[in-house]
């Protein structure tokens, strides 16, 4: 019988680890099942704004990128603003960022009409969060020309009394799907976590189109992503996490539609419509979900 050194059997061994090491380490993942034969699109809304900075306006650059990127051209928007805070919608520059915002075909929708901004609207008596609301809709009114149609709530808390509110005030809830929860915190603007963030909230957004709790609106999946147009790193990176969030929606399962972002403006107004009115996307108990 032949007998192998035990050198050449060691190093035959080290040979055959090293190879399936390397297979194990070259292998490809298997393919996603489709979420949904049809196409997915993306509605984009914006927090919080405008800026109201004289130098690098974080609005106007966001409004630019959505003009001019490598992914869609001339990209709408819905802008939830704050119409009437002291660095922002109440300042000459914020005023004519939010006239430009919605010359260039995007929507303005209610935030806040606060000077200070955010307050809890489920912390407010009902009397003043009437007020506030009817402040809103005349600002935007005397902007645009147009009545609001939509709100987006402060901390994103709401409960059934202040969506009674919304609903007496020809205002419609519109939450998201998405976000890369760049919220400004404690003076940070960083996001090193985007694209974890986008990828968490595309397969919890599979799950929910699989269950049949977001349905088509002309034979596309509408998603709705969001972000804060008064963060640096956001106004900077804008492009780079629109990349992002076409490569996740991929990598989870979605047909990305050859245009992947909702436009014009009618057709933000119609996908709204039909995302902030299912019951089971604008409960009726307190949220505070902080984005």
Request: aromatic share 6%; proline share 7%; hydrophobic share 40%.
């Amino acid at each position: 019988m032949l007998r192998l050194p035990t050198t050449l059997l060691s190093a035959l061994a080290l040979m055959g680890l090293v190879t399936l090491a390397a297979c194990q380490t070259t292998a490809v993942p298997p393919p996603v099942a489709p979420v949904s034969p049809l196409p997915v699109r993306f509605l984009l809304s914006f927090d919080d704004g405008p800026s109201g900075s004289l130098d690098n306006n974080t609005t106007a650059h966001i409004l630019d990128t959505l003009a001019h990127n490598r992914w869609q051209n001339g990209i709408k928007a819905i802008f939830f603003v704050q119409t009437r805070h002291y660095a922002g919608g109440g300042t000459p520059i914020g005023q004519q960022l939010m006239r430009r915002i919605y010359r260039e075909g995007h929507l303005l929708a209610l935030h806040t009409a606060t000077r200070q901004g955010h307050i809890n609207h489920t912390r407010m008596p009902l009397a003043q969060l009437d007020r506030t609301l009817e402040n809103g809709i005349e600002d935007i009114r005397h902007i645009s020309g147009d009545v609001p149609a939509f709100v987006r709530p402060p901390f994103w808390a709401y409960n059934a009394a202040t969506l009674a509110r919304y609903q007496a005030h020809g205002l419609t809830m519109l939450l998201d799907d998405i976000t890369i929860r760049d919220g400004k915190v404690k003076g940070y603007t960083s996001n090193p976590h985007a694209r974890a963030h986008i990828r968490a909230d595309l397969e919890r957004a599979a799950r929910r189109v699989q269950a049949g709790e977001i349905m088509a609106v002309s034979g596309y999946i509408p998603l709705v992503m969001t972000m804060h147009d008064t963060n640096p790193t956001t106004a900077h990176d804008l492009e780079s996490y629109l990349g992002m969030l076409l490569e996740e929606a991929r990598r989870a399962g979605f047909v990305v539609d050859r245009a992947p972002f909702i436009s014009p403006r009618a057709e933000l107004v119609r996908v709204a419509n039909v995302r902030g009115q299912r019951p089971a996307y604008a409960g009726t108990t307190d949220s505070h979900n902080y984005r």
